[in-house]
């Protein structure tokens, strides 16, 4: 495993890159080379891909979403506990820092999502963007296939939910502010801290929470439901802080709240718990004992139902601090609907299906 010195290169959420499960070779940095003054940290590669397919169905009863989108795969937020990590290594990449700096863009993600609503079979129901990926990262900026979707899912008058913890969304207020009027979308911010020190170190790309929530206010302005999630909750660090997040995401217009406890993966294990090593050496092992008590003894689970609540004493603190928040700050919560009907279906020749 190749461990990348720390004072190489900053904004990154881990410094190493765990070997690939499924390779029977691995690669790294030469040792004596990564340690001298002429190593040179390397910078963010993006990969143009082409796939088959675009819309993935979620058999999760745990997420809430029937179908998902991701128009890149690797972020270059650099979450150390991010789950997606560990998809990196199907594409020959590792969890580590791979999955921070080898980026893949669908291009062609726009035509691929035309095509799927054109199928006579597609049942129409809300597409997240962002299931595994964030679809609004830094070189979204750059792509824009975030918005080229918008634009599909705005023509076709199709439902969109989206997930971020950025605020490039703002880029696209015009597009969003039409779907808007339509009950057309509903949008997720994370906002996992409201100590700005330990996000720098947690998700050291993404937005600030203070820009975070004023853009839940600008997009309750624009009327878009918007639900805050303090996601992940990691006892010992951010666990203190449900409340404080409820509560200031009441204050900034948003229609709805949620939280789920951290649970760590393969080779996510080892990559956060170095990472704790690095960053707050003093109450790691409090950090992963409790995080094993919720998860049984173990740093996470696939049981669908535990594995984003966890069990045991922990878990039911965090639940009860969550339904506490949400009672006191959100009282008449719901989840927000969106309009399937207005679907228009394109035809083969590619103009709308006006009699659809």
Request: glycine share 6%; proline share 5%; charged share 25%.
């Amino acid at each position: 495993m190749s461990k990348i010195p720390k004072d190489a290169y900053t904004g990154r959420g881990t410094n190493e890159n765990p070997t690939n499960r499924f390779q029977q070779y691995s690669y790294g940095i030469d040792e004596e080379y990564l340690h001298s003054d002429d190593y040179v940290a390397p910078q963010t590669r993006f990969i143009d891909i082409h796939p088959k397919s675009i819309v993935n169905k979620v058999i999760s009863p745990d997420v809430g979403m029937d179908y998902s989108l991701n128009p890149y795969q690797g972020c270059e937020h650099g979450c150390t506990y991010c789950y997606a990590r560990l998809t990196h290594e199907y594409w020959g990449y590792s969890p580590g820092v791979d999955f921070e700096q080898i980026i893949m863009v669908k291009q062609n993600a726009a035509e691929l999502l035309k095509a799927t609503f054109q199928k006579k079979t597609w049942k129409v129901k809300p597409i997240v963007l962002s299931g595994n990926t964030d679809c609004y990262q830094p070189c979204e900026k750059k792509y824009g296939i975030t918005r080229a979707l918008l634009e599909v899912f705005l023509e076709h008058r199709h439902p969109v939910g989206i997930i971020t913890k950025n605020v490039l969304i703002k880029r696209d207020f015009d597009i969003v502010a039409e779907l808007a009027k339509q009950k057309l979308i509903t949008v997720y911010i994370s906002i996992t801290t409201l100590n700005e020190a330990l996000r720098r170190k947690l998700e050291p790309r993404t937005a600030t929470s203070k820009r975070k929530l004023e853009l839940v206010a600008q997009l309750t302005e624009l009327g878009v439901p918007v639900t805050v999630m303090a996601s992940p909750i990691i006892p010992a660090l951010n666990d203190h802080e449900i409340i404080g997040i409820a509560k200031a995401a009441a204050e900034h217009g948003a229609a709805n709240f949620h939280a789920h406890v951290v649970r760590l993966m393969g080779p996510n294990e080892t990559i956060f718990e170095n990472w704790l090593a690095d960053h707050f050496p003093d109450r790691k092992d409090k950090v992963m004992n409790q995080l094993k008590a919720m998860h049984g003894g173990k740093t996470g689970n696939s049981n669908f139902g535990d594995r984003m609540r966890g069990t045991g004493s922990f878990a039911n603190n965090i639940r009860q601090q969550r339904a506490l928040a949400k009672k006191k700050f959100f009282p008449n919560a719901q989840q927000h609907e969106l309009r399937c009907d207005l679907f228009r279906r394109p035809s083969v020749g590619g103009q709308l299906g006006l009699f659809d």
